[in-house]
Nanobody
Framework: QVQLVESGGGLVQAGGSLRLSCAAS????????MHWYRQAPGKQRELVAS???????NYADSVKGRFAISRDNAKNTVYLQMNSLIPEDTAVYYC????????WGQGTQVTVSS
């Protein structure tokens, strides 16, 4: 059984930065994709960033140039570096890892004040 635990969320002023972490425990072999999603109040969950096992990255248009996804294989952790935050980035951020199975974290709140 794989568990994903996110951390790093919080309250930040517009223009600030946060780094989210998603630590995986358990048997994580055959993980091919790592993703960050977010869900704002009253809105659908949206894909923010993806990272393949081969190192390819994709970002939502709304975060390109501001967010960066990365990983540390030794720590079984994926990160989301968020810079130049704007109030529209306020949401609960979720980590997801997919491969033979599909795993989600519990979410971490990010609030950006204007």
């Amino acid at each position: 059984q794989v568990q994903l635990v996110e951390s790093g969320g919080g309250l930040v002023q517009a223009g600030g930065s946060l780094r989210l972490s998603c630590a995986a425990s358990g048997s994580i072999f055959s993980i091919n994709f790592m993703h960050w999603y977010r869900q704002a109040p009253g809105k659908q969950r949206e894909l923010v960033a993806s990272l393949t096992s081969g190192g390819s990255r994709n970002y939502a248009d709304s975060v390109k140039g501001r967010f960066a996804i990365s990983r540390d294989n030794a720590k079984n952790t994926v990160y989301l570096q968020m810079n130049s935050l704007i109030p529209e980035d306020t949401a609960v951020y979720y980590c997801r890892m997919t491969g033979l199975s599909d795993y989600w974290g519990q979410g971490t709140q990010v609030t950006v004040s204007s």
